[in-house]
């Protein structure tokens, strides 16, 4: 048996990498709504992708996916892919921009540590755009674990951001 083990505190998730269908029709989304850059081509089946100039937050590759349809909503895999954003106005800006394209969300909670928008992206992988409250906002429960919730997201409130 091995002794009892915690992941580093400063471990974090290093990117994703997303089987798509058409990566035009993939770029158009990531880069083309949501802004994402692009970092390096491998040929003409993946692109890597990233904010930043990081080397890259998000691969899109057709390697076996090539015009195949949508996974099944019912079966195991990714739930969605989580871009956090630095500010409540950014996400109030992409917020604006997807409305201004008539992208539509599949939801928009606040989960009191953060607030998120719900969507999916042309391959139908879930995408969650949000933002995290500082830490000291957080809710706590009295034996002090985090107090997470879905409550529905004001998005008017948000869009009020665009005006400070």
């Not at 993939?26 to 390096?40: K, N, Q, R, S």
Request: proline fraction near 5%; charged fraction near 20%.
């Amino acid at each position: 048996m091995q002794p009892d083990y915690t992941v580093p505190a400063q471990t974090r998730i290093g990117h994703v990498h997303l089987k798509v269908a058409d990566l035009d029709r993939a770029l158009h989304f990531y880069c083309d709504l949501l802004g994402f850059e692009i970092t390096m081509r491998y040929g003409n089946q993946a692109v890597f992708i990233s904010a930043g100039g990081y080397h890259h937050h998000i691969g899109l590759n057709t390697w076996y996916s090539k015009d195949a349809p949508p996974a099944d909503r019912h079966s195991v895999g990714l739930f969605h892919t989580a871009i956090v954003y630095p500010t409540r106005k950014d996400l109030a800006v992409i917020y604006n921009r997807l409305l201004l394209a008539n992208y539509p969300l599949t939801g928009a909670s606040d989960h009191g540590v953060s607030e998120a928008l719900y969507l999916n992206d042309p391959d139908q992988n879930g995408v969650e755009l949000y933002w995290d409250r500082p830490k000291e906002e957080w809710p706590y429960q009295e034996d002090g674990t985090i107090e997470m919730y879905t409550r529905a997201l004001n998005l008017s409130g948000l869009l009020n951001e665009l005006r400070k």
